[in-house]
């Protein structure tokens, strides 16, 4: 099975950018982190942000960790695909090592709000698959968000209250996924990412493949 993969041919493919959104507790960060898992060609963006880390969290690998001095300077030197603030924090995408990966082939995802993706729309079209990923339930998503422990019962009832508008946001988005299951909503997006993959106009390399054909290589 090995030696028939390895003879298939490679066609060069400009990468991706894959949005996932949701309200707090809908299951986003879950759903990114198995896509990551099982995927090695796919990358997280590590966004910058200015909030206090969490316990658990490492720099470099879940965000960079700034002070909001030093984000907002970074805005000024125009550092960002998109940034926002959200409950009293700054949160970025930046440029650079998202292009690089893009122009290598790679695809980078994004967890980011219906804002950042706005903004990203503004600057990548083309490039851009946006999800939003939406709960079953309203009295569902206070249950998971309680049950997450990460946040005091005031941040829950300020998430709650925001959830509403966040999901108000859902026709900007390419496709919607109802997480009843995180097994079965990972493997929707798997489905999404693989289409988008085979997207004409993201392999670069159809033209000289073609060639090749048309020579009776």
Known sequence: MSGTSSSLPHISRRGLMLVLSSPSGAGKSSISRQLLAGDDDLYLSVSATSRKRRPGEVEGVDYSFVSTEEFQLMINQNSFYEYAKVFDHYYG?????VEQKIAEGKDVLFDIDWQGTQQMKAHARDDLVSIFILPPSIPELEKRLNKRGQD??????????????????????????????????????????????????????????????????
């Open 152 to 217: 005091s019962a005031e941040v829950v009832a300020r998430r709650m209250s925001k959830a509403s508008d966040e999901m108000s946001h859902y026709p900007e988005y390419d496709y919607i996924i109802i997480n009843h299951d995180l097994a079965k909503s990972v493997a929707s997006v798997q489905a999404i990412l693989s289409a988008e993959r085979l997207k004409r106009e993201r392999q670069t390399g159809l033209t000289a493949f073609m060639k090749s054909l048309r020579d009776g290589h």
């Open 93 to 97: 995408t930046p440029k650079a090592p």
